[in-house]
């Protein structure tokens, strides 16, 4: 098992926004532990087109994968995805998601796997 | 005792030595019988009638080494969760029990978030209940970590009928759902969202920790959610090593109370390996859970991954007719269920005394018999067809 204490590489920038049942929240903040992987940021993508984790419009952002390399990523809702290198980041990244966020899609984000990668665990609960 | 060469009894189930002749004897209960085998392609006379099995899934029971505490799907706090949380209503309109599975999980994956605010690590299980942490989680945004995600899950999967355990993989805490759709374990990740898969086939944790040694899980995907969307290539490294908790019965018994067994394999993946966590690997000294005094080793997969809610189905001959006597080892049993040739299914309370007189007809006959659970959960389906000529 595996606790939320966290690695001392990420840089914590945000607190995350307490959420209770029944907020809806008209964007989400929500940051990468220490890196992304760009196989698992395009599924993600392709999930929230889908609707499978909510009502969500819009996708923005900006990660770094494990090897450092900087990638800004967006993708709105009737379009396609993009993603792009970038200039270098300090930390390890962060993600802007718009729509009608409710608590169950909040925390199905919040849980997605590609939020919780670190070099030793991969994914960390 | 190896049971592969010996007979079992279909009255009182005790194995024995085969005995030379058609007719067998118990050395246990004394009673005799004339077996007809179940498995494909062989052949019998009954009256001489030539016979021949054309088609058989028979769900043999094995005994097991090692037992497990089994959640009663009657328990009073189930019932409270499924009125409270409105839990029918998660699988409503899904048909397909591992579908349905799916449903309850993607529910628990986005009941809460694990983050923060956290509850403190190591988990204060004894504090901790499914309902506490539903209501803290909805009203206070509380978030809580694998560990108390799987515990629930486990929780939740009795309130639907479904037998789960409790897995710890290294560094991280899962849980695994009986299949009946899939007649196995499945291991899910219901912090994530993930389950595993080979070639569509979704796999136990002793499963993908096999393919973690042999190839470096080459071919193992990781699964997300309530369309099994394909995340890709899993890393399952942390499945090098793990333990079952061998019971379920969390609303009285919460899990790591130090007297139910854990389970572990030990085979030659790690015979003389330690998993160590934390302190224990800068010290180089103990052994995680060994130190405990509860672990059971084993290295026999179908121990490991025993089989449950199996219904078993011997034929016999007596006075010239083909008879039909049955075992199962469903937890929370409910009735066993037969039927042949297509016809209404019989109900039968006691699977111990049931008897099926199959009347083989000219051309092709067919025995189902499967068992259902206290929740009205069907176990697996054993099947057997017969052609007989006139
Ligand atoms: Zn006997």
Sequence with gaps: ?125 | MSVATQVKCPFCYAYGPARRGPEQECDDCLRRWTPVPTREGAAFSISGRPCRVTAAVNNTVLPPRHGFAHESFRHPDLARLRRKYRLGRIASGINAEFDRQLALRDWVCAAWAAGQPSVPFPPLVHEDHVDRMLTLARREGRAYFCTYKAMASVELASAFGWTARLVNIMKHMVHEIWSNDYNKWVLHDSLYNMHYERDHLPLSAREIREEHHRNGARGVRAVWGRGRRDLGPAHCADFAWYVVYMHNNFFDFPPGDHIHPLLMPRDRWNRNGHWRQGVQITRRRGDKYLCKGMVVEESDPRQLDYKINQTEVFLLQREGALWARFQHNMPNYGALMTRTDGHAWTTHRNCRKAEVLWPLRAGTSTLEARCVNSAGVPGPLSVIAVRSAR
């Design chain 1, 1 to 125: 098992m595996s606790g939320t204490r966290q690695s001392p590489r990420c840089v914590p920038t945000d607190k995350d926004p307490v959420v209770v049942a029944g907020d809806i929240l008209p964007e989400l903040r929500v940051q990468f532990w220490d890196f992304m992987s760009l196989p698992l940021l395009r599924e993600f993508l392709h999930i929230a087109s889908r609707g499978d984790l909510g009502k969500i419009d819009s996708i923005t952002g900006v990660g770094r994968t494990d090897n450092g390399r900087a990638y800004s990523f967006r993708w709105k809702r009737g379009g396609h995805a993009l993603v792009r290198k970038s200039a270098p980041i300090q930390n390890a990244g962060h993600a802007r998601i718009a729509g009608r966020l409710d608590f169950e899609t909040i925390n199905r984000i919040r849980n997605f796997p590609l939020f919780h990668l670190r070099p030793e665990f991969r994914y960390v609960g």
